[in-house]
Antibody, heavy 119, light 110 residues
């Protein structure tokens, strides 16, 4: 059974860097074809895709946020990490990680973690 | 502003049928698989349709997906009050080299 769980701070101050961790189980980050994405959702708003990392370390980022995002994986810890720099109140959102299947559909998703940006 | 356009809301009576459209372009929907997700308030999205028209195990056949050119459609028949949720389409955009989600559609079962 594949599961993902997000963890990280619930509150960050403006200009700070956010680091979120997605801990996975039920699959290996080294298996061919495996990929994990980060996706966020501001309160009451739509889903916004952020970043994607493949088993072979190929990475893709949202064009509008590319300069602020870094996605990495630690295969020994079964974790995918997202860092977002220069946080702003508009970045307040629930952040999800999700398992990306071969043709681009996401299932399952983590439960999500709400990050609030406020001074 | 998403590159995939969905109607903000749709509504229909219990037992009726509803369709939700997702409009894109040749760089996304036309040449890539489309997925659909269902999301209830306070919960993570759940995969409803993948590879344009396939249903994961456990999803009832009241839910269907189709694609034609640069548009995709989610259909729900035999509407139930429990179907009230937000629905999102998603696909890869080859030009942007990025995943895209639609703006979401809120389904109300009157």
């Amino acid at each position: 059974q594949i599961t993902l769980k997000e963890s990280g701070p619930t509150l960050v101050k403006p200009t700070q860097t956010l680091t979120l961790t997605c801990t996975i189980s039920g699959f290996s980050l080294t298996s061919s074809g495996v990929a994990v994405s980060w996706i966020r959702q501001p309160p009451g708003k739509a889903l916004e895709w952020l970043a994607l990392i493949y088993w072979d370390d190929d990475k893709y980022y949202s064009p509008s946020l590319k300069t602020r995002l870094t996605i990495t994986k630690d295969t020994s810890k079964n974790q995918v990490v997202l860092t977002m720099t220069n946080m702003d109140p508009v970045d307040t959102a629930t952040y999800y990680c999700a398992y990306r299947k071969i043709y681009g559909d996401y299932e399952p998703w983590g439960q999500g973690t709400l990050v609030t940006v406020s001074s | 502003q998403s590159v995939l356009t969905q109607p903000p809301s749709v509504s229909a009576a219990p037992g009726q049928k509803v369709t939700i459209s997702c409009s894109g372009s040749s760089s996304n929907i036309e040449n890539n698989y489309v997925s659909w997700y269902q999301q209830f308030p306070g919960t993570a999205p759940k995969l409803l349709i993948y590879e344009n028209n396939r249903r994961p195990s456990g999803i009832p056949d009241r839910f269907s997906g189709s694609k034609s050119g640069t548009s995709a459609t989610l259909g729900i028949t035999g509407l139930q009050t429990g179907d009230e949720a937000d629905y999102y389409c998603g696909t890869w955009d080859a030009s942007l080299r990025a995943e895209e989600f639609g703006g979401g559609t809120k389904l109300t079962v009157l």
